[in-house]
């Protein structure tokens, strides 16, 4: 009986060992620490390779609009099948925002020991085009320059010439970062410095990640904006808590007073006409917009006109004279009637 508990254990020790988490990670929590500490000694095996299929898509919400900039970690550690579950987890993020011109905006900014701005956030307009993009981002090489990458986004990623919208249109702005492994630079200064311009910063770790790193690159409060999961094969079921975070209410279906098209802008929105109309000085209707016709007369035929009253006038002269002639002699044929 004894033989048969033991042969059962062992048939059983893979399917254990296979068994994955995901956290979200509360400052100092112990148990997220063991957590960690067992990523980082066992051996996670190859993942089976899945790819990005960029016309798969899932359900959406109503987003808030963002100016969203992802920060994916592609040194060494992280295997290619792995790189592909991060791609993966991009655009099931992506599928859930309303992605456009006026609402959100998204780039990535890929990085090793060197950083690459794979796009910007005014390249593309659609999810398709979006997750084209992300299916073609290769890794890099070796080394992990996580400040090097914040300080790029940070400065080039969410400039207006890059396509962020200005301050005055209360946009917000999020950064999203992805990454395994212990930052060869420093990266509480740099973070500190994005998050005062009034970016928004997520960290997610991954396996071998340093969670003292994370703290320091996420925003606060840190139980909403740092996370970590166990192996690149859980990191999609991150989705529906970014889902949950990145999803509002759109107050443009909670009603609005604008005539003609409604566009959210976080907690509030702003009117728009369609072409062929201004918006009036009070910022909800549209008025058809008037055309100025300018007449302009055109100099020939001014001088044509002036010919031609000349000519009249001359010839009303000629008949007049005549007139005057004939009434003259008609005056003396009738005073030479009246003496005979």
Known sequence: MKAFHWILLYCAAPLLSDVQGTYHLMAGDPELMAAQSYAQTRNNGHPPLRTLNPAKTDSQCRSRSL??????????SVRRGEFEKVKIFLANIVDTLEVGSDSTRVAVVNYASTVKTEFLLK?????????????????LATGTMTGLAIKTAANEAFTEQSGARPRSRNISKVAIIVTDGRPQDQVEEVSA??????????AVGVDRADMRSLQLMASTPLEDHVFYVETYGVIEKLTSKFRETLCGVD???MGHDCEHICVNSNASYYCKCRKGYILNADKKTCSLKQVKVE????PCKCEARLAFQKQTQAAIQQLAAKLADVTGRIERLENTVGRA
């Open 193 to 202: 410095a994005a998050r005062g311009k009034g970016i928004e910063i997520y």
């Open 295 to 298: 007449v302009v007369e055109d």
């Open 251 to 253: 107050p443009c279906s």
């Open 123 to 139: 390249d593309y307009f659609s999810k398709l085009d979006l997750k084209k993009a992300i299916s073609r981002i290769e890794p």
């Open 67 to 76: 100016d969203l900039v992802f920060i994916i970690d592609s040194s060494r």
